[in-house]
């Protein structure tokens, strides 16, 4: 079956300018998870969704991200402003649930470059 | 705020040599561990997991790892590496009912002909 997909799989922005990040999970997949990692760093979390809520944003760096989700379906990540230590490669992952047991399957990611 | 700590950044072994990547991780709680990998040009996929029960779990491709308590550690083994098992490995650990994951640096692992 189709897994999880996002696009673009690359981006080159210019300092200053937004940009948005789409992650499409597994059919069913209740929650929703967003990572980025940096040129030598460990995934680092983002946020999560549970249906289309966002209970912890923690995770985000700076009121420049926002993330939203349409139902159990498509996510968004948007950075507005993006600034050059943004650049990193933006990973999505959905799983069944919340439960820890609920394996986490990732998508290929979106590299993202601000110049 | 709870890490996990991968100590071997790049591991170089020659075909059939043993292999142990190590992994320590902060958190005192609730213990959801997990092993990672990355082949090259490929998603990140599930090695292996370890909630409770044995501490020796036994993942796809021939790795187990062993959970010792008293270490904080989660280190990953496999008895004979192959060429194909060159690749990037990321520990993590799940927290809070949110299951969010928290990684380590990875380990990237070169196996040689």
């Known amino acids: 079956g189709a897994g999880v997909s996002q696009s673009p799989s690359n981006k080159v922005t210019e300092k200053g300018k937004d940009v948005e990040l789409r992650c499409d999970p597994i059919s069913g997949h209740t929650a929703l998870y967003w990572y980025r990692q940096r040129l030598g760093q460990g995934l680092e979390f983002l946020i999560y969704?549970?249906?289309?809520?966002?209970?912890?944003k923690s995770g985000l760096p700076s009121d420049r991200f926002s993330a939203e989700r349409t139902g159990e379906s498509v996510s968004t990540l948007t950075i507005q402003r993006t600034q050059q230590e943004d650049s990193a490669v933006y990973l999505c992952?959905?799983?069944?649930?919340?439960?820890?047991?609920?394996?986490?399957?990732f998508g290929p990611g979106t590299r993202l470059t601000v110049t | 705020a709870q890490s996990v700590s991968q100590h071997n950044h790049h591991v170089i072994l020659s075909e059939a040599a043993s292999l142990e990547l190590g992994c320590n991780y902060s958190?005192?709680?609730?213990?959801?561990l997990f092993w990672y990998v990355q082949y090259p040009g490929q998603h990140l996929q599930l090695l292996l997991k370890?909630?409770?029960?044995?501490?020796l779990v036994k993942g796809i491709k021939g790795f187990e790892a062993e959970f010792i308590k008293s270490k904080f550690s989660f280190n990953l083994r496999k008895p004979s590496v192959q060429w194909s098992d060159t690749a990037e490995y990321f520990c993590a650990h799940a927290t809070g009912t949110a299951s969010k994951l928290t990684f380590g640096t990875g380990t990237r692992l070169q196996v040689t002909l």
């Open positions: 969704f549970q249906g289309n809520s966002a209970p912890d």
């Open positions: 958190y005192g709680g609730t213990v959801n």
């Open positions: 370890y909630f409770s029960g044995d501490p």
């Open positions: 992952a959905s799983s069944l649930g919340l439960n820890p047991t609920y394996e986490q399957y």
